[in-house]
């Protein structure tokens, strides 16, 4: 038996790539809540960010990790569909949820190409805080941006849902606490783009 098809083995690191994923958006989203400060604190901050060894080691980390779980998910759904023949081949409407969630994850996937493209290549670093500014003063980028943030809620939902049933909480609380780190995520990122157009 190989590792894609050892499920308790793949499902354990894909779940330690999706939490290092996690730690670093709540990362992300409190450093970015810098914005807030204004344009010195958030620039300086950033600034001294990227010359930190740290932020090398963050950016292979999260390459690796993302490469890692996107190959294990699609081998996994490959595997299913060859091993477990006709039970699989669903006729519409029950295939609409799977082809909903794999579309989900896909914009998803998408959306962290793009971004990390862009700021890591194509943004104005000098003054950083006035090129978000800029960035969002485009509506093809709230467009671009909402969807991330809906797929970004979906996803990190379906995921924390299924860690922390495995942590043993209830299904009434595992929901409850799913809703709750995700609702916490996605405000506070949206409060970015808010505080530049209010
Ligand atoms: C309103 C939403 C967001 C804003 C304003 C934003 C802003 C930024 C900024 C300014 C950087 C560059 C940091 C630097 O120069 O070091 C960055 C990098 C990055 N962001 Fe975001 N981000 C947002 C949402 C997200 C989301 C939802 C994800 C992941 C799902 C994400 C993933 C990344 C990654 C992987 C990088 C590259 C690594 C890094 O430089 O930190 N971001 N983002």
């Known amino acids: 038996m190989n590792f894609f098809n050892h499920t308790a083995t ?29 344009k010195d604190t958030f620039n300086d901050f950033y600034h001294w960010f990227s010359q ?13 990790t993302l490469i890692f779980h996107v190959i294990t998910a699609v081998s996994r759904q490959l595997y299913n569909n060859t091993s477990a023949g006709v039970r699989y081949q669903k006729k519409y409407p029950e295939a609409i949820p799977r082809v909903l969630a794999w579309g989900g994850a896909a914009a998803l996937f998408a959306f962290i190409v793009f971004h990390s493209v862009q700021m890591t ?74 505080s530049v157009i209010l």
């Open 10 to 38: 793949r499902k354990k690191w894909m779940a330690i790539a999706g939490l290092i994923w996690l730690l670093y958006l709540v990362f992300h989203l409190l450093s970015l809540l810098n914005f807030h400060s204004g």
């Open 52 to 64: 930190t060894p740290f932020y090398a080691f963050m950016l292979v980390l999260l390459i690796a």
């Open 121 to 194: 290549l194509l943004i104005d670093k000098v003054d950083l805080y006035q090129s978000i500014v800029s960035m969002f003063s485009n509506p093809i980028m709230w467009l671009i941006y909402g969807l991330g943030l809906i797929t970004l809620a979906a996803h990190l939902h379906h995921g924390l849902t299924n860690v922390l049933q495995t942590f043993g909480l209830s299904s009434k609380h595992h929901h409850a606490a799913a809703i709750g780190i995700v609702l916490v995520v996605v405000v506070s990122f949206i409060s970015i783009p808010m």
